[in-house]
């Protein structure tokens, strides 16, 4: 089936650093990812949509110059947390679409944000 | 706005025995649905999803679920739960502008 990683699984940062997480299609082409955040014991929750080649959508109450995203390719999409808080420690998920079958959406393995 | 409710916050069984999970989605036409699973600080694995046709789905590790559009359900069931079992489960529902809206999850937990 199709993969999609993500890099890096954990960071530590320090408050007022930034951090940029990528995510990857190993195997397929995505026009479109999607980035999620997940509290513990939480469930997901859809950030932003990300699409090849244009401004990300974001969903409201997400600040988008905060979480700065840029799909600069078919297979990579990257997440930006600028300013990082201990707020905004997290699991940050992406999913990409296969931009030819359309079907599922194919999930990465999460990472772990943790800001001292 | 689509939006997925899963009643259970937490289930525990016994090994062995039945499971189902129950799922009720709001949307205004016949959408996609998922279940996911997750284990502790790891990634979501997909167990089955529901695009259309036949109503009763079956996923990977022995799990199905049905759709019943009158009830607006998509339970997860499984006849027989090993101590593995034991994780996160979510459902979810994605609407035709492609996003997937997950519900709370259900903490499933196995009792030997």
């Known amino acids: 089936g199709a993969v999609v990683s993500q890099h890096p699984s954990r960071v530590i940062c320090k408050s007022g650093t930034s951090v940029k997480i990528e995510c990857r299609s190993l195997?397929?082409?995505?026009?479109?990812m999607f980035w999620y955040r997940q509290f513990p014991k939480q469930s997901l929750m859809l950030m932003a949509t990300s699409n090849e080649g244009s401004k990300a959508t974001y969903e409201q109450g997400v600040e988008k110059d905060k979480f700065l995203i840029n799909h600069a390719s078919l297979t990579l999409s990257t997440l930006t947390v600028t300013s990082a808080h201990p707020e905004d420690s997290s699991f940050y998920i992406c999913?990409?679409?296969?931009?030819?079958?359309?079907?599922?959406?194919?999930f990465g393995p999460g990472t772990r944000l943790l800001v001292l | 706005a689509q939006s997925v409710t899963q009643p259970d916050i937490h289930i525990t069984v016994s090994e062995g025995a039945s499971l189902e999970l129950r799922c009720n989605y709001s949307y205004g036409a016949t959408p996609y649905l998922f279940w996911y699973v997750q284990s502790p600080g790891q990634g979501l694995q997909l167990l089955l999803k529901y695009f259309s046709g036949d109503t009763l789905v079956q996923g990977i590790k022995g799990f199905e679920a049905e759709f019943k559009r009158s009830q607006s359900s998509f339970n997860l069931r499984k006849p027989s739960v090993h101590w593995s079992d034991a994780a996160e489960y979510f459902c979810?529902?994605?609407?035709?502008?492609?996003?997937?809206?997950f519900g709370k999850g259900t903490r499933l937990h196995i009792l030997p």
């Open positions: 979810a529902v994605e609407g035709r502008d492609d996003k997937i809206i």
């Open positions: 999913s990409a679409r296969d931009g030819v079958s359309q079907e599922t959406q194919y």
């Open positions: 195997d397929f082409q995505a026009t479109t």
